[in-house]
């Protein structure tokens, strides 16, 4: 008796283990719940295993569905800790197992424009952007850092069109009214924040920059003397 009644006990046993059985999908989801919390060198652990285990199984790292979430998790994490060729090496192979997947590239290009590879960058940028043709943030992104770069003409091209992929979208109009202050074209520059503004009413860079623009202007100085 005492051994028939143990059978049940085996069973639930091996159900528990079977259900307990660490597989990459469930050490990422401990990842992400680690990050979430902010335990990143945990998060990053996990990460770690859950990519080495799902390169070790049948098809690879390829063959996984969820690893270019993991792999953009690990980079994020990485960086966060101040390794960086562990951050740029997570964005690579993202881009590597997904190449048609436009965050990996999206992530990647960014990456690379922070750590000053602007060609990579421009080009993986580009590849982004071709991949979701609706989408203006690759086109949003290079045109802010063509414009910190002072390539202001390659910026141009990339907010309009950036605001023709998205036209309810202030950041395009904001990017525009920054290169026409740039280029002391003060009308311009406020035709651009208003245009931002209409889209987008409480846009703090359109306030901002349209707050600093009219605080500039001649008439506002006239005013502060009590002259207009």
């Known amino acids: 008796m005492r051994f028939a009644s143990s059978i049940p006990l085996c069973l639930f046993a091996l159900a528990l283990a079977a259900c307990s059985r660490t597989t990459p999908s469930s050490l990422l989801a ?30 690879g790292l390829a063959a996984w569905k969820d690893a270019p979430r993991a792999l953009a998790l690990l980079a994020l ?3 966060a800790l101040g390794a960086t060729d562990d951050a740029r090496e997570a964005f690579e192979k993202a881009a590597e197992v997904a190449p048609d997947d436009f965050t990996a590239a999206f992530n990647l290009g960014a990456f690379l424009l922070e750590t000053d590879d602007f060609q990579r960058g421009l080009k993986t940028l580009r590849r982004a952007a071709d991949l979701a ?11 802010d850092w063509t414009t910190r770069s002072g390539r202001w003409d390659l910026a141009r091209r990339m907010y309009f069109a950036a605001q023709k992929r998205s036209e309810r979208s202030a950041a395009a109009w904001v990017g525009l009214g920054r290169l026409s202050q740039l280029a002391d074209k003060p009308a311009d520059a406020e035709n651009y924040y208003m245009k931002a503004l209409e889209l987008d009413p409480s846009s703090p860079a359109a306030l901002y920059n349209l707050g600093v623009l009219l605080t500039a202007s001649p008439d506002a100085e006239k005013v502060a003397q009590g002259k207009a």
């Open 30 to 59: 401990r990842g992400e719940s680690a990050a979430s919390r902010g335990e990143l060198a945990l998060a990053r652990d996990l990460l770690r295993e859950a990519i080495d285990g799902a390169s070790l199984a049948e098809g």
């Open 77 to 79: 994490s990485s960086r």
């Open 133 to 143: 043709p609706s989408d203006p943030r690759p086109l949003l992104l290079l045109g």
